[in-house]
């Protein structure tokens, strides 16, 4: 933390009741302002100009495709600094066929790449960018917790007048007041948590949930389902689809087999493997585990059957229910998926939407529970950069305007509308496909539906997607470049985005 002070001393008579003389409120104001410009520039200020860059997007469905130059230059000299060119592998493009584009900056519903091509992007930075990209409101917010100010007339200390400047810094590795206020948002907005956890991921989210599962069940048994992603911990990469399916392999090398060996997986949507698994292991069970839609195998919806039932399994088992809210936590209701559908766990993992942009995770439930994490309990996890100011701030921004009436009727609205319209101009050509949506989150499959589990969707046309995905591209759209990844909707994109991306996508379909 950088801290600027600045004395101004004054003699004050008895009749000025201790009012500074007007030269020296002017010295302390220029100082101020001075110290503030000097302190104004910002890493998360947005690029200049960039709704008026001149690449811009074609008015119509234009039969020119774009070239990716610079994209592919780069990424060949990336291959030879980091494994695959990548920093997480999905975005090596490796199921979709060709190099992956390289960003160059983000605004609104819009993506550029480094060639200057311009992108409708649905991808949203894999979720979080749900108002859109480097909103306004949240990139102002960030800058002043950055750069904060303050002037302070410290009277106790006459006749002295402090005039402090703050830069308040990026981590403190301490408490600090944004962790109590973005913690008190998702208290009131999310059903099941009472108490919550800040991590750094989603990933980091879910390797705490489950040690406290376990702590405060004394069992080690866990249910999943196949095609679930619950991050990259070696316990959870047993049929974990979405990264893991995408580049083809069955489970990661690396893991020991005494890992997973208490991990146990069931079908989705099917609640009598479920049962199965419980009358198996009768009082071994400490948790099921689910995203309560799936967003890591494309896009699949529970029965909302599926999800009473474990719920009713749970509780008459003593296990603890989880949802994996990471995805979903506040993208399909304000209040998760758990408010969508009416169905309340016992723990929640969150991230992508609370961090705003930034790097966050977060675990919460009920508090009986929650109070055997350290240093309340005896449950140990720890984090440097948790509960960090700048993912706070964001946190506390994007949640500020998600309550907002509307926002999430809106996000379905447009997201019907976009599912509606490719699943139309598919079936206008001849070709198989099945979607769906819920508030701002949404998918499709190139096979005859509905898709209820992973099993159905690796019956897809991978080959077709691999083709499609190649040609939206080529043309202005940026969608996830897996058949096992959801989509995302903002509320920057547009009425005109989502028709022109269902116009581009017939003429797509058209020659597929």
Same mark, same amino acid.
């Given at each position: 933390?950088?801290?600027?002070?600045?004395?101004?001393?004054?003699?004050?008579?008895?009749?000025?009741? #201790?009012?500074?003389?007007?030269?020296?409120?002017?010295?302390?104001? =220029?100082?101020?302002?001075?110290?503030?410009?000097?302190?104004?520039?910002?890493?998360? =200020?947005?690029?200049?100009?960039?709704?008026?860059?001149?690449?811009?997007?074609?008015?119509?469905? @234009?039969?020119?495709?774009?070239?990716?130059?610079?994209?592919?230059?780069?990424?060949?000299?990336?291959?030879?600094?980091?494994?695959?060119?990548?920093?997480?592998?999905?975005?090596?493009?490796?199921?979709?066929?060709?190099?992956?584009?390289?960003?160059?900056?983000?605004?609104?519903?819009?993506?550029?790449?480094?060639?200057?091509?311009?992108?409708?992007?649905?991808?949203?930075?894999?979720?979080?960018? $749900?108002?859109?990209?480097?909103?306004?409101?949240?990139?102002?917010?960030?800058?002043?917790?950055?750069?904060? &100010?303050?002037?302070?007339?410290?009277?106790?200390?006459?006749?002295?007048?402090?005039?402090?400047? +703050?830069?308040?810094? +990026?981590?403190?590795?301490?408490?600090?007041?944004?962790?109590?206020?973005?913690?008190?948002?998702?208290?009131?907005?999310?059903?099941?948590?009472?108490?919550?956890?800040?991590?750094?991921?989603?990933?980091? @989210?879910?390797?705490?949930?489950?040690?406290?599962? #376990?702590?405060?069940?004394? #069992?080690?048994?866990?249910?999943?389902?196949?095609?679930?992603?619950?991050?990259?911990?070696?316990?959870?990469?047993?049929?974990?689809?979405?990264?893991?399916?995408?580049? &083809?392999?069955?489970?990661?090398?690396?893991?020991?087999?005494?890992?997973?060996? =208490?991990?146990?997986?069931?079908?989705?949507?099917?609640?009598?493997?479920?049962?199965?698994?419980?009358?198996?292991?009768?009082?071994?069970?400490?948790?099921?585990?689910?995203?309560?839609?799936?967003?890591?195998?494309?896009?699949?919806?529970?029965?909302?059957?599926?999800?009473?039932?474990?719920?009713?399994?749970?509780?008459?088992?003593?296990?603890?229910?989880?949802?994996?809210?990471?995805?979903?936590?506040?993208?399909?209701?304000?209040?998760?998926?758990?408010?969508?559908?009416? $169905?309340?766990?016992?723990?929640?993992?969150?991230?992508?939407?609370?961090?705003?942009?930034?790097?966050?995770?977060?675990? &919460?439930g009920k508090k009986e529970i929650m109070e055997m994490v350290a240093p309340a309990g005896p449950m140990y996890q720890a984090g440097t950069l948790s509960g960090n100011p700048l993912a706070m701030t964001a946190g506390i921004e994007t949640m500020k305007k998600l309550q907002k009436?509307?926002?999430?009727?809106?996000?379905?609205?447009?997201?019907?509308?976009?599912?509606?319209?490719?699943?139309?101009?598919?079936?206008?050509?001849?070709?198989?496909?099945?979607?769906?949506? @819920?508030?701002?989150?949404?998918?499709?499959?190139?096979?005859?539906?509905?898709?209820?589990?992973?099993?159905?969707?690796?019956?897809?046309?991978?080959?077709?997607?691999?083709?499609?995905?190649?040609?939206?591209?080529?043309?202005?759209?940026?969608?996830?470049?897996?058949?096992?990844?959801?989509?995302?909707?903002?509320? =920057?994109?547009?009425?005109?985005?989502?028709?022109?991306? $269902? @116009?581009?996508?017939?003429?797509?379909?058209?020659?597929?």
């Open positions: 933390m950088d801290i600027y002070t600045c004395q101004a001393h004054n003699n004050f008579s008895s009749s000025s009741n #201790r009012i500074p003389q007007p030269q020296t409120m002017k010295f302390i104001a =220029a100082s101020a302002a001075i110290l503030a410009l000097c302190s104004n520039v910002s890493a998360f =200020a947005p690029a200049a100009s960039v709704a008026g860059s001149s690449t811009a997007m074609r008015s119509a469905v @234009a039969s020119e495709t774009y070239t990716f130059t610079k994209s592919n230059e780069i990424f060949e000299e990336a291959k030879t600094l980091m494994p695959g060119g990548v920093s997480s592998p999905v975005r090596a493009f490796k199921s979709v066929g060709g190099n992956p584009v390289v960003f160059d900056r983000v605004k609104g519903a819009y993506a550029w790449d480094v060639d200057g091509n311009k992108y409708i992007d649905y991808v949203g930075t894999w979720g979080p960018a $749900i108002l859109g990209h480097a909103d306004d409101d949240v990139l102002d917010a960030v800058k002043k917790t950055m750069d904060k &100010g303050t002037l302070t007339n410290n009277l106790s200390c006459l006749p002295t007048i402090w005039c402090t400047v +703050t830069k308040i810094g +990026t981590s403190f590795g301490a408490p600090c007041l944004l962790e109590n206020l973005l913690a008190k948002e998702v208290i009131a907005a999310v059903p099941s948590v009472e108490m919550v956890r800040f991590t750094n991921s989603g990933t980091e @989210a879910c390797m705490g949930m489950i040690r406290l599962c #376990r702590a405060y069940t004394g #069992r080690e048994k866990v249910i999943k389902f196949e095609g679930c992603y619950h991050g990259h911990a070696d316990s959870f990469l047993v049929q974990a689809g979405s990264g893991v399916a995408t580049l &083809g392999l069955p489970d990661s090398p690396g893991v020991p087999s005494s890992a997973t060996k =208490a991990t146990l997986c069931a079908e989705y949507n099917n609640l009598d493997a479920v049962k199965a698994i419980f009358d198996d292991n009768k009082d071994e069970i400490a948790a099921v585990i689910l995203e309560p839609v799936v967003g890591n195998s494309g896009f699949i919806k529970p029965d909302e059957e599926f999800l009473q039932g474990i719920r009713d399994l749970c509780t008459e088992n003593g296990a603890v229910l989880v949802f994996d809210e990471v995805m979903t936590g506040f993208r399909v209701a304000y209040g998760g998926a758990q408010q969508y559908f009416g $169905i309340t766990p016992d723990l929640t993992t969150m991230g992508k939407v609370i961090g705003g942009g930034l790097p966050v995770g977060a675990y &919460g009436p509307g926002v999430y009727e809106e996000l379905e609205r447009k997201s019907k509308k976009l599912v509606d319209g490719i699943v139309a101009a598919a079936k206008k050509h001849g070709l198989p496909i099945t979607g769906d949506y @819920a508030g701002g989150m949404f998918g499709w499959y190139f096979v005859d539906g509905p898709v209820k589990n992973f099993a159905q969707a690796t019956k897809a046309d991978g080959a077709k997607f691999g083709k499609w995905h190649r040609m939206m591209l080529e043309r202005g759209v940026y969608l996830a470049p897996s058949m096992y990844e959801a989509g995302f909707m903002s509320m =920057a994109h547009t009425d005109e985005d989502i028709d022109r991306t $269902i @116009a581009i996508a017939e003429e797509v379909m058209s020659q597929l």
